[in-house]
């Protein structure tokens, strides 16, 4: 069974790079054809794509954070990460990382989320 | 992009009635790529539905998912204590993958 685990520091300053990792269980994240994924959550709102990063290494983003967003892979890991540039207290959410499954590109499987506060 | 917007925004309802939770697109999703999700406070989103009708693994059959095109509905048969939530839905045929607002289905 895929575990997902969100980590990184909870509090970034305003101008800074958030920078986040998700740490994968219960299998390898290069075998397989995967999508994934980032999404985030500001309090009391909805869900927001933010991007992700295909097996062979291939990403695509959201054009809403422009050129702010680069998701990588570190196999050796078994993690993907999330840095987001610029940060602004619009940035402040959760954020989840997820991942598909062989029979929908849907959400299958979740980290808990992590909680990002922007603030000097 | 296509906008999703759900209604309504909030149902009160008791347990034992039956939920109907509508998903309109501002443009046809393509191959039904729409997904519903349930989200409980302090949780991760949970996939309820995908490919607008196909139930997740281990999603109780009170739950089912309808529609094609722009217009999509989760249905909830008869709601359960656990039920009371807030529901997303959300598009993943066109990119950027986007979300509904979300409809809260509170008790009454």
């Known amino acids: ?120 | 992009e296509i906008v999703l917007t759900q209604s309504p925004g909030t149902l009160s309802l008791s347990p034992g009635e039956r939920a109907s939770l509508s998903c309109r697109a501002s443009q046809s999703v393509s191959s039904s790529y729409l997904a519903w999700y349930q989200q409980k406070p302090g949780q991760a989103p949970r996939l309820l539905i995908y490919g607008a009708s196909s139930r997740a693994t281990g999603i109780p059959d009170r739950f089912s998912g309808s529609g094609s095109g722009t217009d999509f509905t989760l249905t909830i048969s008869r709601l359960e204590p656990e039920d009371f939530a807030v529901y997303y839905c959300q598009q993943y045929g066109s990119s950027p993958w986007t979300f509904g607002q979300g409809t809260k289905v509170e008790m009454k």
Request: contains cysteine.
């Open chain 1, 1 to 120: 069974q895929v575990q997902l685990q969100e980590s990184g520091p909870g509090l970034v300053k305003p101008s800074q790079t958030l920078s986040l990792t998700c740490t994968v269980s219960g299998g390898s994240i290069s075998s397989g054809f995967y999508f994934w994924s980032w999404i985030r959550q500001p309090a009391g709102k909805g869900l927001e794509w933010m991007g992700h990063i295909y097996t062979s290494g291939s990403t695509k983003y959201n054009p809403s954070l422009k050129s702010r967003i680069t998701i990588s892979v570190d196999t050796s890991k078994n993690q993907f990460s999330l840095k987001l540039s610029s940060v602004t207290a619009a940035d402040a959410a959760v954020y989840y990382c997820a991942r598909d499954t062989e029979k929908t590109l849907a959400f299958y499987y979740w980290g808990q989320g992590t909680l990002v506060t922007v603030s000097s």
